[in-house]
């Protein structure tokens, strides 16, 4: 068993992470869990939230709008269609966007699946807003 | 012998056809770089998703999911055929098209059916002229898209990919492959045909079924989640690859058309200044002639 996790992070535009690193934290559709080296084979579905890894010691960020982890032989593999770094969001900016959001969501009357979708977008507004 | 206007004409028209196909050229290059950077940074999100829709294909039962369908007998192939809309790109088209020409003469006999979708016009307009006399029971021709370009190949993709989900999905084709120019480089465009449906499930290497993954939230939702974005990134990859290879493809027919001009160019100011030569030398002729007869007259 190797003591190090191998982590990709592949979006259709660029290869955003491909380094070894010694624990993984995402947001999975059924919450927020965390990778060590050893993990058994793992597949699941991401909601949007913050990717963390660690390593040496240092810790970094990334805000992703949902996708796929898949974890094997402590190959971590993410396919988003979409990652933030969180130090280039402007709080005021983000803000302002969740209130819109939830504006939006006041005056809502759609079927369930807009009702989804708008949840989803809450919840990305959320974690930019730094509330999530 | 041709009149020195009429090369000096001759000269300047192939010059201003020079500056065309340089432009063209200059184009193209610019072009070419900013879609091979798409390209490149898209090909290992592609090649992930497709690991990861074989590997599922292997592990799970074709019964779970209908985009995992594995049909005992495969009648109707349906291809989808990447082409230029515009010509000036060397063999870029016509090769494509005469393997697909070789292809329907000799596997498509495998087939009850064959139905087609077209991207760019060069691939549609050929079948439809030639009303494609195949040797299988049905030619079916299909969806067309004209005018795909770097910029509006994504939602193109999601519909194409989507109508093939569907179609294979309930069984109205059994068989699907992508037919197109894989990128290699600006000098070299690789014909390739591709299957993407049904899944081929592939064993990875030190691997056995046994091993299980577990799934989050579950094994459907995971299913519903991959399939067709499997689909649609192989679909959006070939539309990328056929793009990129059109770009160079281009440049290169361009860069060599120029050279060619300018080699024609080379030939004909020769001719023009022989020509020129030949007519001083003639003219001085004719008045060392004139001024020689003229001294033997007064002389005698």
Redesign the interface.
């Known amino acids: 068993m190797a003591d190090k996790l191998w982590l990709r992070v592949i979006t259709p535009s660029s290869l955003v992470v491909d380094e070894e690193v010694d624990e993984v934290l995402a947001p999975g559709e059924l919450g927020e869990f965390g990778i060590l080296p050893g993990h058994v084979p793992f597949i699941t579905l991401l909601a949007p939230g913050e990717l963390i890894y660690r390593k040496d010691g240092t810790e970094k960020r990334f805000i992703l709008l949902g996708g796929i982890l898949e974890v094997k032989d402590d190959k971590v593999k993410v396919l988003t269609e979409f990652v933030e770094d969180p130090s280039s969001i402007d709080p005021a900016v983000a803000r302002k966007e969740l209130e819109a959001v939830m504006e939006e969501l006041k005056g809502f009357g759609g079927s369930s699946k807009e009702l989804k979708e708008l949840t989803r977008k809450l919840k990305l507004a959320q974690i930019r807003a730094g509330i999530g | 012998m041709p009149s020195l206007r009429q090369i000096r004409r001759k000269i300047s028209s192939v010059k201003g056809t020079r500056r065309i196909m340089s432009a063209m050229k200059l184009i193209s290059a610019v072009k070419l770089q900013r879609v091979q950077g798409?390209l490149l940074?898209?090909r290992?999100?592609s090649d992930?998703?497709s690991e990861?829709a074989k590997d599922?294909a292997f592990r799970c039962d074709p019964k779970w999911h209908p985009l995992l369908r594995r049909p005992q007998e495969r009648k109707k192939l349906h291809v989808v055929f990447m082409t230029s809309d515009r010509g000036l790109c060397g063999s870029f088209n016509s090769n494509l098209i005469r393997r697909m020409e070789t292809f329907l003469v000799i596997d498509a006999k495998a087939y009850e059916q064959v139905s087609f979708r077209f991207v760019g016009k060069r691939g549609r307009d050929h079948f439809r002229r030639q009303k494609v006399q195949v040797q299988v029971g049905e030619f079916v021709t299909a969806k067309s898209y004209i005018g795909v370009n770097e910029r509006n190949f994504g939602p193109v993709a999601k519909e194409i990919s989507s109508d093939l989900s569907r179609e294979f999905a309930q069984g109205e084709v059994d068989e699907v492959i992508l037919v197109y120019n894989y990128f290699k480089s600006a000098l070299s465009q690789v014909i390739t045909f591709e299957r993407i449906l049904p899944i081929e499930p592939e064993e990875r290497l030190g691997d056995s079924r046994a091993?299980?993954?577990?799934?989050?939230?579950d094994r459907e939702?995971?299913l519903n989640?991959?399939l067709p974005r499997y689909v649609e990134?192989r679909v959006e990859r070939a539309l990328l690859e056929s793009i990129t290879s059109e770009h160079g493809a281009r440049m290169t027919a361009m860069e060599n058309a120029t050279r060619n001009a300018d080699e024609v160019i080379r030939k004909l100011t020769l001719l023009f200044n022989k020509t020129r030569q030949a007519l001083i030398t003639k003219e001085l002729m004719d008045i060392v002639n004139g001024t020689e007869a003229l001294r033997k007259g007064g002389v005698d």
């Open positions: 798409l940074a898209f290992p999100y992930a998703f990861i599922l091993i299980d993954y577990i799934y989050e939230p939702g995971v989640f991959v990134t």
